[in-house]
């Protein structure tokens, strides 16, 4: 059974880079064609996919948030990163990270960004 933990400030600041992780237990993030997603909720809106990086590290991301988006990975940790630069108050959502097309999914992570 996979799991997943986000993990990260629940408080940015304007302007500031966001940054989370994501930690996966019960399977590995090397796992031959499995890929690894960031998804994010804002208040009273749906799901929003923003990037996925897959198990040979290649990265892929929403268009409309590839300039300031970066999957990264650390696989000595089995662990996945996001980080969202020059963030704003419309970047205020509950953050997810999933294993793409399954139903694992971490229990969300609420950020807030405000000054």
């Known amino acids: 059974q996979v799991q997943l933990q986000e993990s990260g400030p629940g408080l940015v600041k304007p302007s500031q880079t966001l940054s989370l992780t994501c930690t996966v237990s019960?399977?590995?993030?090397?796992?031959?064609?499995?890929?690894w997603s960031w998804i994010r909720q804002p208040p009273g809106k749906g799901l929003e996919w923003m990037g996925v990086?897959?198990?040979?590290?290649?990265?892929f991301y929403s268009p409309s948030l590839e300039s300031r988006t970066s999957i990264s990975r650390d696989t000595s940790r089995n662990q996945f990163s996001l980080q969202l630069s020059s963030v704003t108050p419309e970047d205020t959502a509950v953050y997810y990270c999933?294993?793409?097309?399954?139903?694992?999914w971490g229990q969300g992570t609420q950020v807030t960004v405000s000054s």
């Open positions: 999933n294993v793409k097309s399954t139903n694992y």
């Open positions: 019960g399977g590995s993030i090397t796992t031959s064609y499995y890929a």
């Open positions: 990086i897959d198990y040979d590290g290649r990265t």
